[in-house]
């Protein structure tokens, strides 16, 4: 399964949060489970984005419990372009379809 995963800095982190949170993330390695198609920051530096493919939302709530405590974080699974677009021409079909 693919994932896009955003985190944005707590408004409230001060200068020892984000010390902290950085000697954490020092020391963090990802999952063997967890494949990292992208991992970016944003040009702001007030957080980033990362696309990974796992079988293994264990490993990617891991992290989430991990790095939660200084980032609003989120996960939203995610499907290839070509394979939404076919699936949607296929529900519109299904919907057409009924009278």
Same mark, same amino acid.
């Given at each position: 399964?693919?994932?896009?995963?955003?985190?944005?800095?707590?408004?409230?982190?001060?200068?020892?949060?984000?010390? =902290?949170?950085?000697?954490? /993330? %020092?020391? @963090?390695?990802?999952? *063997?489970? #967890?494949?990292?198609?992208?991992?970016?920051?944003? $040009?702001?530096?007030?957080?980033?984005?990362?696309?990974?493919?796992?079988?293994?939302?264990?490993?990617?709530? =891991?992290?989430?419990?991990? /790095? %939660?405590? @200084?980032?609003?974080? *989120?996960? #939203?699974?995610?499907?290839?372009?070509?394979?939404? $677009?076919?699936?949607?021409?296929?529900?519109?079909?299904?919907?057409?379809?009924?009278?």
């Amino acid at each position: 399964m693919k994932y896009v995963i955003s985190w944005l800095a707590k408004p409230s982190l001060g200068e020892a949060e984000i010390a =902290r949170s950085l000697q954490v /993330f %020092g020391k @963090w390695t990802p999952s *063997e489970t #967890v494949t990292f198609e992208q991992f970016v920051g944003r $040009a702001d530096a007030r957080g980033g984005f990362a696309v990974v493919t796992t079988d293994d939302v264990n490993a990617v709530v =891991r992290d989430m419990a991990t /790095f %939660g405590t @200084w980032f609003d974080m *989120e996960v #939203v699974p995610v499907v290839e372009m070509g394979d939404l $677009a076919t699936i949607s021409a296929e529900a519109v079909g299904f919907i057409a379809s009924v009278g």
